[in-house]
């Protein structure tokens, strides 16, 4: 029977229906799947809902899925009085799977359905991240061994069965009466490559051509040696690399293309069995035809796969595997090392993305909007249209657009973040803080695609964005994306981000910029080649605590203007400071000195060791509020000022210091720090409330513990409401009396100068000693 809705659906209007379900087949079930509390199964091509119905026997509760309404109009009528069932109408092959229960399920089930789906190991892939803990997936199914003559096409013959296999950490087969019973759990999500026999000597030229549907989902064929492969092959005499593909596609898939659709992006060397095996990449913008078999000599059958799901598809050619990863860098992490040629030729953007992705956006971009994150049309246009999961191809869909989630593409070899692409939210904020016009040019530090397409959106139709990178990686997979997904107007280059970009500045400087990984200072480059009253956008780090604020250019001095509290992955320029530290309690706590000159940390230990001073400050706040401006406000004010930190690594915690204290001060061989107290639960964050309390040691501890307490009474009383102070950044060589007055900051490149809300006399700095307070060096 064709793969069709409208016949399926007659095939039931018409009275018919399918093998009814075996004793057999209920018992294996409840053997092997029986049902937890509050148990959901997801029963896939229910039919007339017979299987439905047994499940909810079992316990379960069962949302029962046909994509043939005739077939769902007869289970609704035949099945009215049944309790726990959810009926409904869905291609799990092309639909949206919106409507699942979010929440995943302790049992799937396909009987009688696998023959009839195209792309299997995709669906069960996507199936198989539904299942909870525990949970399984049974396949039922006819086998061509035990099937009459004319039913052999809609059964599975044993490779077939192996294949659903493949991916899943436990498997188990049955018979019920003929048919095969599959009961899969725990995906494993693990690929190899695979190798074939030994090629002819000396060397073979072949290609790979890569073709994605409307979907964006690209084409592999499961080779009758056991492994996922690429359209292609040899390239035959007088051919070139894109006349190749094209008739390979052909020939192996029965799609047609124009070579105009075709680009060369790269060629791969290896070796295989001592022979030279160079691979030329194809991509392919543009086809037409329908998919087919020519080969079954050669292939069982060809799917459409997730990009996001290729590293657990199993044995992967190990040519098509690296042309996997050079188009789409990151899907295939791990693979052995091969010498690559990119093609000088600039690739066209290639589109196709799946339903879901489209809606997984706008309701992202709705979020961040209701949020107050995006507020102009340019930018919730932006964020609406740039497609985010073709720049971070490795994740799955809800995951890429996750409002509140960065998404980690890289990673040094500690498993640090090094590289990601930032939350939508906070991307969306600092968009907004450029304040930027159609047309304008805009540089980036710390490259990924997607928020320098978010800039090139907003700038439209004449504006361009220049990105920098030091990472060659990052750059190489920027590039990719851009070209693949990207708005042509996006310049990416390999340099040192600290330096800008000296041979791309327009005319009169940028018209904004934005740095997109935690900066320590503000270096000269920056605003040396921001346009005059233009926006430097960036993480700035001011005692470790992070903030990203826009400053405004005014001649040699940076105006701060908006301010948002954050995080972001490291500096890793040659310029990237490394943190003095102090180790105290045998390593179990640590001083971390991120600014100014390092206290002196002779006898803190001795001092650890005696008695503890306590001063309540009387200052309170909610479960859910806020106090960034107090970290910023102690940082910047007390002098001597550095940050306590636990050994994350060890579980326990000295009794004299709790986890949590944070804001710390040092000064002769005492040390004194703020933490907090729970003076009032409740049922929600609002209703709890806790206060600041100053803990301190040493001789003078009981000193530094009433300054650190008037410092938080001095916030509350003065600043706590008011906002982020005034703040302006100069260049490092600006003499003292060329600054204003306010608290200041010293770093290699700048000079930061914060002028908090007005203070009574006794608490400014005295302007008759120095117009300055200098803080972070006792």
Not at 422 to 436: G, I, T, Y
Not at 554 to 567: E, I, K, N, P, S
Not at 691 to 706: I, S, T
Request: with cysteine; hydrophobic share 40%.
């Amino acid at each position: 029977m064709a793969y069709d809705r409208t016949a399926w659906s007659q095939h039931y209007d018409d009275g018919r229906g399918f093998r009814p379900l075996s004793g057999t087949e209920r018992d294996l079930i409840a053997r092997h799947a029986p049902a937890p509390d509050g148990g959901r199964a997801l029963d896939l091509g229910c039919g007339t809902g017979e299987l439905a119905v047994a499940l909810t026997e079992l316990g379960y509760t069962v949302d029962a899925v046909d994509f043939a309404e005739g077939a769902l109009a007869r289970a609704r009528a035949e099945r009215a009085g049944t309790e726990r069932v959810r009926w409904l109408c869905l291609d799990i092959e092309h639909d949206d799977p919106a409507a699942l229960d979010e929440d995943g399920y302790d049992l799937i089930t396909l009987r009688l359905v696998v023959p009839f789906l195209h792309d299997r190991a995709r669906v069960l892939h996507s199936l198989g991240v539904r299942l909870r803990a525990g949970g399984a997936l049974v396949v039922i199914t006819p086998v061509v061994a035990t099937a009459p003559e004319e039913r052999r096409h809609i059964a599975l013959d044993e490779e077939e069965l192996s294949l659903l296999a493949e991916g899943w950490s436990q498997v188990a087969r049955f018979d019920a009466e003929g048919l095969a019973v599959l009961v899969l759990r725990g995906p494993a999500g693990a690929y190899r490559v695979a190798e074939k026999g030994r090629p002819e000597p000396q060397s073979v030229v072949g290609v790979c051509a890569v073709v994605t549907d409307g979907s964006g989902r690209v084409l592999l064929g499961r080779s009758t040696t056991g492994m996922w492969e690429l359209p292609g092959g040899r390239v035959e005499t007088g051919e070139s690399f894109p006349v190749a593909a094209v008739r390979e596609l052909a020939e192996e898939t029965g799609l047609t293309a124009s070579t105009d659709d075709t680009y060369l992006l790269t060629i791969l060397h290896d070796d295989r069995a001592e022979v030279r095996r160079l691979s030329a990449v194809v991509r392919v913008a543009a086809w037409g035809g329908t998919l087919g078999l020519p080969e079954p000599h050669r292939f069982r059958r060809w799917e459409w796969h997730d990009l996001h799901a290729l590293a657990g598809l199993g044995a992967v050619f190990a040519p098509s595997a690296h042309a996997l990863e050079a188009v789409w860098p990151g899907v295939l992490p791990g693979l052995p090392p091969v010498h690559c040629y990119p093609h000088a030729t600039v690739p066209r953007a290639v589109g196709g993305e799946p339903v879901e992705a489209v809606r997984l956006r706008q309701e992202m971009a709705e979020r961040v909007v209701a949020g107050g994150w995006a507020h102009s049309t340019a930018l919730q246009d932006a964020l609406r249209t740039v497609p985010r999961h073709r720049f971070a191809p490795e994740s799955p869909l809800r995951t890429a657009y996750d409002d509140g989630l960065a998404v980690v593409t890289r990673r040094d070899e500690t498993g640090r973040a090094v590289s990601s692409v930032s939350a939508p939210w906070l991307q969306a904020d600092m968009v907004e803080k450029l304040r930027l016009e159609p047309g304008m040019t805009v540089f980036e530090a710390g490259s990924g695609g997607y928020n320098a397409e978010l800039i090139a959106r907003v700038v439209a139709p004449a504006g361009r964005v220049v990105t920098v990178d030091l990472d060659p990686y990052v750059v190489h997979r920027t590039q990719r994306f851009t070209a693949e997904a990207g708005s042509g107007r996006v310049t990416v280059l390999l340099g040192d981000g600290n330096q800008g970009a000296p041979h791309h500045v327009p005319p009169g400087g940028f018209d904004g910029s934005m740095i997109t990984h935690n900066c320590w200072d503000v270096a000269p480059a920056w605003r040396e080649q921001l346009a005059e009253g233009r926006y430097l956008v960036l993480p700035l780090a001011v005692h470790g605590y992070t903030r990203a604020l826009a400053l405004q250019r005014h001649g040699d001095v940076l105006h701060a203007r908006d301010w948002t509290c954050c995080g972001f992955v490291r500096d890793r320029s040659a310029t990237a400071r490394t943190t003095p530290t102090t180790d105290l309690a045998g390593g179990e706590l640590q001083l971390r000195h991120e600014d100014g000159t390092p206290a002196d940390a002779a006898g803190l230990e001795e001092a650890l060791r005696g008695a503890r001073y306590e001063v309540p400050t009387g200052v309170t706040v909610a479960g859910s509020e806020s106090f960034e401006t107090l970290q910023l406000y102690a940082a910047t004010t007390l002098p001597a000022f550095c940050r306590l930190a636990h050994n994350r690594s060890r579980d326990t915690s000295t009794a004299a210091v709790p986890r949590g204290a944070d804001a710390a001060t040092v000064e002769d061989g005492s040390l004194a720090y703020l933490t907090h107290v729970l003076i009032r639960d409740g049922q929600t964050p609002r209703q709890r409330r806790s206060e600041f309390v100053v803990h301190a040691f040493g001789p003078a501890g009981p000193a530094l513990a009433e300054r650190m307490a008037a410092c938080v009474q001095a916030w509350d009383r003065y600043v706590r409401g008011a906002g982020y102070p005034r703040m302006t950044v100069h260049p490092a060589g600006t003499p003292d009396h060329a600054l204003p007055h306010g608290h200041l900051l010293d770093k290699a490149c700048s000079r930061l100068v914060f002028q908090w809300p007005d203070q009574p006399p006794a608490l400014r700095p005295p302007t008759e000693a120095a117009a300055l307070s200098r803080t972070g060096s006792p």
